[in-house]
């Protein structure tokens, strides 16, 4: 199997870090962006987008500031997606840090993924 590469984003998010956390952390706010369905069981979540289903471990979580996943397909290695909000100490602005595995020459591709999901969350957020 081929080394993946892994990338880090920083995107802005104008919401308070409470509710961007319910959005990146629960089945019930992750459906309304990031898949069409998410279900979970314990540590097991389920992804399901246009019929297909993907599922993941959940590896770490800390309230109010991150969610770290790995995929099944990925559980002999250590890649993994965070989702992490971070605010800024002074000016109190607040980003979704992502942290992603991609293939070599597929790391544009991831990004402009997560872009477009986040834009999508963006919207339902009433973030611009």
Do not use: C, H
Request: no cysteine; proline share 2%; glycine share 6%.
């Amino acid at each position: 199997m081929e080394e993946k590469i892994k990338y880090e984003m920083e995107i802005p998010i104008q919401a308070s870090p409470s509710l961007l956390y319910t959005y990146i952390s629960s089945p019930s706010g992750l459906s309304e962006w990031y898949a069409d369905n998410v279900n979970s069981r314990g540590e097991n979540f389920e992804f399901i987008w246009d019929g297909a289903e993907e599922t993941a471990v959940l590896l770490a979580k800390k309230n109010g500031e991150r969610i770290k996943f790995r995929w099944d397909v990925d559980v002999d290695t250590d890649y993994y997606f965070e989702l992490r909000i971070q605010v800024d100490e002074i000016t109190k602005d607040v980003s979704l840090m992502i942290t992603d595995f991609a293939e070599d020459g597929e790391v544009e591709e991831g990004k402009m993924l997560w872009e477009n999901m986040v834009s999508e969350l963006k919207q339902i957020l009433g973030s611009t």
